[in-house]
């Protein structure tokens, strides 16, 4: 193994962790295996040097769109099948735990009518099959034309065997996690939804010959802290608590994961986490293409506190209201309470810390935008310039055009 880790200054490293658990996590481990080892880390080095491609903010084959919520929930996924030796015990660890999993198959391993039958079991059993590229490539570097080929060879595999049971393929996962927005884009307009992770088991850590079996040696993943190194349950354990559940990848392909499942899943369920699927669309609505309704917030119209039962952190949202100076009506919008900041919600206007007519109180209001159509869906309101409420927070003065009782 090269030390490429350590190479990495630190915000680079964090940035890119999930690439490189994605790419470490598809090696193989036999020692046929060193060569292609070492291809994957030059592949990984150069992914590192163009890694705002590699995995941007946007186009991410890392990072699922939604990223709370889960409640203690999990999605189990496995990568790099089927295998026909170890994917069969993989699903005899899940039936014993009434669990059922996705599993991210690659094209190239469906070789015999035996893997052809062994995926048909899994569909009647209720696992979901994913679409994992044909020859497992490095998709960061690689032509539209190029990922589609790849993308379509398992795909025109894997679509018979679903039709059989009335499905299409839906999930696909990137090797390695590595995509650009090219082949990004080549997958999404297949009408594949991308699938990234939150919780990395580096099942392929502890399976490591380099790091010897059970433990995952620094040289070879520097991220499990040296209290996890020799208990695989533990760290699976402290990633899941660290998101409060989410997407779990593991390799149905290393022979350590099958003969630690039992053990990884029972110490889960033991600390209340439960498993659930990654086509359930109250844990992963986004994953699933459906989009939640906008919760209540900041400017939105109100007549009591309880309307606006919303956070802000802990803090809770409240209900402003107003008499209006010009006909004398009651009104009401939902606020927060602020001092120099309020913070902003995704698809709604932009909000400002302004002073309330009550002296010395800061709150939270919307700028007039288009989305608010500067103001008027706020009852009452009018567009008036005002200043930022600042009193200890040592915010720039400004000022804005903000929705304020008429
Ligand atoms: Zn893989």
């Known amino acids: 193994m090269t030390g490429f880790l350590k190479e990495l200054h630190v915000g680079r490293a964090i940035l890119v962790l999930g690439v490189a658990v994605g790419l470490m996590g598809c090696q193989g481990d036999t020692k046929g295996d060193v060569e292609e080892e070492e291809d994957l880390n030059d592949a990984f080095a150069e992914l590192l040097l163009t890694e705002g491609k590699a995995d ?34 993989v699903l005899a660890v899940l039936k014993a735990h009434n669990a059922t999993g996705t ?18 079991q899994m569909i009647v059993d209720g696992h979901i099959i994913g679409n994992h590229s044909q020859n497992h490539l490095n998709a960061s570097n690689l032509s539209a034309d190029t990922w589609r080929t790849e993308v379509q060879l398992t795909h025109d595999i894997l679509a018979p065997l679903l039709a059989e049971a009335g499905l299409t393929p839906t999930f696909f996962r990137f090797p390695f996690g590595s995509t650009n927005c090219t082949t990004y ?61 989410g997407i779990l990848l593991m390799h149905d392909t290393k022979s350590y994961t099958p003969e630690n499942l039992d053990a990884m899943l029972t110490e889960l369920e033991e600390a209340g986490f439960t498993f659930t699927r990654l086509d359930d669309v109250d844990t992963f609505p986004l994953l699933n293409g459906v989009t939640p309704p906008r919760q209540t917030w900041v400017g939105d119209p109100c007549e009591d506190h309880s309307e606006c039962d919303f956070l802000s952190g802990d803090v809770p949202g409240f209900c402003f209201t107003y008499q209006t100076s010009d006909t004398n009506e009651l009104f009401g919008f939902c606020s927060l309470p602020c001092d120099g900041y309020c913070p902003d919600l995704d698809g709604t206007a932009p909000t400002f810390c302004a002073e309330s007519p009550t002296p010395s109180e800061g709150i939270c209001v919307s700028k007039a935008y288009p989305q608010n159509e500067s103001c008027a869906t706020i009852p009452g309101s009018q567009a008036r310039d005002e200043d930022r409420f600042i009193l200890e927070s040592g915010a720039t003065p400004s000022t804005a055009l903000v929705c304020v009782p008429r």
């Open 56 to 89: 941007g903010a946007t186009c991410s084959g890392v990072r699922p769109p939604d990223n709370s919520g889960f409640d203690g929930r999990i999605a189990l996924t496995f990568d790099d099948g089927p295998d026909l030796v170890r994917t069969p015990i």
């Open 185 to 245: 884009a080549v997958v999404t307009d297949l009408d594949y939804h991308v699938t990234g992770w939150h919780i990395d088991t580096a099942d392929w850590c502890f399976n490591s010959s380099t790091g010897g079996y059970g433990y995952c040696a620094e040289s070879t993943f520097r991220y499990v802290p040296d209290e996890y190194r020799a208990n695989f349950p533990g760290w699976v354990l402290s990633q899941a608590r660290a998101q409060n559940g």
């Open 103 to 120: 599993f991210f198959v690659n094209g190239k391993r469906i070789t015999t009518d035996a893997h052809r039958d062994l995926i048909r």
